[in-house]
C-alpha cells in the first residue's frame, strides 16, 4: 500500500509539473513566432500555453496578457481579422481555465466588449446596416457574456474536486507522515487514493466545462 501510495502522489506532481512545462514551452515558441511575424502561428500557441495553467505558473498569464495586447495593436492598424481571432483565443482560453479560483476572468469583461464592437462591425462590412451598429454590438455583447457561464454540472464538479484533492493532500502529508517524515500505513495510502481520485475528477470538471 506504500508503494501505491507513493505512486499516486508522484502521479499528481508528474501531472502538474507537465502542464506547468508544456505551458511554458508553448509560451516560448509564440513568442518566438511573434518576434518573427508569424502572428497566426504566435496566437495559437498562447492559447494553448494559456489553457495550460496550473497553480503557481507563470506562463498562463503571460499568454493572456500577450493575446490581449496583440488584439490592442491589431485594432490599432484596423487589422479586424487579427484583432477577433486574438479575442476569441484569450476567451477561450479564459473559459477553459475556470475554477474554484477563475484565474483569467478579469479579461473577461474587457475581451467582451472588444469582441462585440468587432463582431458588430464585421457585420456591418458584411452588410448588415450602419444605422444597426448599437443594437448589433449589444446583442453580440448578450450572446458573449451567456456563452461564458459553464454548465452548471461542470461547475459544482470544479469546485467539490477542488476543495476535496486539497484536502486530500493536506490530511496526507499531516497524518500520513510521522515526525520522521515515514509513511504512516492507512493515513498515506488512503489519503494519496483520496488525493489522486478526486484530482482526476478536478480535471475533468475543467475539461467539460
Known sequence: MRALAIAAVLVIAVIWTRAATSARAELEAANTARAAGRIDEAIERYQYALRGYTPFAEAPGRAGEALDEIAREAQARGDRATAIDALQ??????????????????????????????????????????????????????????????????????????????????????????????WVPGYASGGALWTAGWFALWVLGLWQA
Open 89 to 182: 483565443r484569450l476567451r477561450g482560453g479564459v473559459r477553459a481555465t475556470r475554477s474554484l479560483l477563475a484565474p483569467f476572468d478579469g479579461w473577461a469583461s474587457s475581451t467582451h466588449r472588444q469582441l462585440a464592437r468587432l463582431l458588430a462591425e464585421q457585420q456591418i462590412a458584411e452588410g448588415a446596416p450602419a444605422a444597426q451598429r448599437a443594437v448589433l454590438r449589444a446583442a453580440r455583447l448578450r450572446e458573449l457574456n451567456r456563452g461564458h457561464a459553464a454548465p452548471l454540472a461542470a461547475s459544482l464538479l470544479i469546485v467539490i474536486a477542488f476543495a476535496a484533492w486539497l484536502a486530500g493532500a493536506v490530511f496526507t502529508v499531516w497524518r500520513g507522515l510521522d515526525r520522521d517524515a515515514r
